[in-house]
């Protein structure tokens, strides 16, 4: 049994707007399809991790990349709703700029029958300089293989 | 030769509690987790209490990979940002009730972070606790590992890369 593309992309949509965490860091599903997400959060104060400059925690821009590593998985052609992180590796390359809204950009670009392969990117409104790259390993559960989500 | 009384310990817990708190009431995101920290000596557990939001998968239902990796980050830092302020504080060079976010020494900055789900976190508390494994001037190197129901068996744990601030300013 296949699902159509444009199901996939709906039923991952609606996944995704119900995770409870993701609601309260205000997160938005910008785009979603063949094992691409994009999604974005904006700045809030209560998200601050550096008292002196106004800066978001690395915490909350490891969570936004964990929900977009997710939400690219489970849009795979191959892959069925249901998924899990393994690992993920977040590298920080800058300090996200104050008042900005942070957008990333996940990609599974492998997919064995149980593992799914991620990397993404994190910007502000700066798009030439990543504010954040990561990687990580998913669970997949296979379209057609018979298991639950 | 005379020695000197030793420190009432209410004086003591006073000094090291007020530290803390500088600490963690200057980060408004450990607000935003609801994670506080249990110390005993210089040995901090941090506490992710558990609240609704913190969900990933509202089915099965478990805490969110992002909460996860939020909570041992917090962890880590506060475990370096405690560790750094110690001695100042204990040899009485810098006084705790003065400590605010503006007066704080600036905190040490992630580099990287790696993540491990060991299983799905269950919707109850966490307990956390970080090992400095290498600190020089500049890099610290930090393993946390996190549990709920046993210590010993983690839900998850975690290795980070810190840049440290700089001591002149």
Known sequence: MTTHPEDKARIARQFIEAIPFSRALQMRLEEIGNGVA????????????????GVIHGGAVSALMDTCGGAAVMSHPEALAGTATIDLRIDYMRAAAPGERITARAECYHLTRSVAFVRATAWDADEDRPVATATGAFTVARAGAGGTA | MTRRPPEPVAVIKQRRD??????????????????????RGD?????????????????????HGGAIASFLEVTA????????????????????????????????????FTVD??????PRDAYARARVNRQGRRYASVHVEAWQDQRQRLFAQATGHFLMPSRDG
Do not use: H, Q
Request: charged share 25%; aromatic share 8%; glycine share 8%.
């Open chain 2, 77 to 112: 830092i506060m475990e370096l940002s405690f560790n750094m302020l110690w001695d100042d504080v204990e040899e009485g060079r810098i006084d705790p009730d003065r400590l605010t976010p503006e007066t704080l020494p600036r905190l040490p900055k992630t580099i990287d």
């Open chain 1, 38 to 53: 994009v999604i974005s959060m904006p700045w809030s104060d209560a998200l601050v991790g550096d008292p002196r400059g």
């Open chain 2, 117 to 122: 789900y060991l299983r799905s976190g269950l």
């Open chain 2, 43 to 63: 040995e901090l557990t941090a506490v992710l209490n558990y609240d609704d939001k913190l969900i990933g998968n509202p089915l099965l239902p478990a805490l």
């Open chain 2, 18 to 39: 007020r530290t803390l708190a500088a600490l963690v009431g200057a980060v408004p995101y450990i607000g935003f987790l609801g994670v506080s920290f249990d110390r």
